[in-house]
């Protein structure tokens, strides 16, 4: 029997396996449905200060690469958000993640404190949505300065472990998450979709989205990723979770090796239905008793031992 188990920032997970923020609904027992499923924890759809709509549809289109998303950060808003919060806290002892995001620095503190009086686990601030550009400006997550900011104002808000949610788009990533440790970060998400990207449809003579321009997610963006994971881990103490590109249990694997201690999982749900944690999960078991690993801790960073 091989042991799935991790521990980050002091929280049990049965495995490394994370619903990835924004995929299969915001309600508690949606969530706990991806639980019984086999994930071993849950990222909940980022949460902002109000009510938001988002852009209209279309918002997501499948293609061979994987899938293109511009939804716009729709959201419950904080109030009803802190609603479902406890009552999946009340119904599961699964571990659990909360997402925040805004537009302006104050207003991330503001949330952070409304947060900190659950029972959430942990809270990522998402400084990294590329499709809402037109509204909130260059993301947080691609300006050192920003990145450092924004972090140190959201830990003096809150008692709560923060992870960061970085962008594939950065080209200086681990100065980037180096800022956001210094500024008091406890764990990095690498991270959010790629792009903005653009899809049209020649029929039409269009662009696919309503929002005409959508972020990448898929198995295309996975060698970007692990790269971006590989820069991290070379250059940060904390730990780190991995999400993009993950379909399969090799994959999970490689993000580990590369030195991811969590695997977020999203778009692989629309190929493999929610039965894809369980399907990853034994994956995972079958590779590492053919190579006798016993621990998930054994792989953590393991190909940086190797070159």
Not at 125 to 153: H, M, Q, R
Not at 272 to 279: G, N, T
Request: glycine share 10%.
């Amino acid at each position: 029997m091989v042991d799935l188990s991790v521990e980050f920032l002091g929280i049990n997970f049965k495995n490394p396996l994370i619903l990835a923020s924004g995929f299969l609904g915001v309600t508690a027992s949606s969530l706990i449905n991806v639980i019984n499923n086999g994930a071993g924890g849950i990222t909940i759809k980022s949460l902002g200060p109000e009510q938001r709509r988002g852009h209209p549809s279309p918002t997501i289109i499948t293609w061979e690469g994987g899938m293109m998303n511009a939804v716009g950060l729709s959201n419950q808003g904080i109030d009803k958000g802190i609603e479902e919060i406890d009552e999946f806290k009340k119904r599961c002892d699964a571990p659990l993640i909360v997402s925040i995001f805004a537009f302006k620095q104050n207003l991330f503190g503001e949330l952070a404190k409304k947060i900190d009086k659950t029972k959430a686990d942990l809270l990522e601030i998402n400084i990294s949505c590329p499709n809402v550009e037109s509204e909130a400006g260059t993301p947080f997550a691609l300006d050192v300065d920003a990145a450092y900011s924004v972090t140190k104002f959201v830990k003096e808000n809150t008692t709560k472990p923060v992870i960061v949610k970085l962008s594939p788009n950065s080209l200086n990533i681990a100065q980037i998450a180096k800022a956001c440790e210094d500024a008091g970060a406890d764990a990095i998400n690498m991270g959010n979709t790629l792009g903005p990207g653009l899809l049209i449809n020649i029929e039409a003579a269009k662009p696919i989205l309503s929002n005409k321009f959508g972020g990448l997610s898929g198995s295309s963006i996975k060698p970007i990723t692990l790269k971006r994971v590989w820069d991290i881990y070379e250059n940060v103490r904390i730990p780190i979770l991995g999400t993009g590109g993950v379909s399969n249990g090799r994959d999970a694997i490689e993000m580990i090796m590369a030195g991811s201690t969590l695997v977020g999982v999203g778009t692989a749900m629309y190929k493999r239905c929610i039965q894809v944690f369980d399907e990853i999960t034994k994956e995972m078991i079958g590779f590492m008793n053919k190579n006798n690993y016993d621990s998930i801790k054994e792989m953590i960073g393991k190909a940086h031992e190797n070159w």
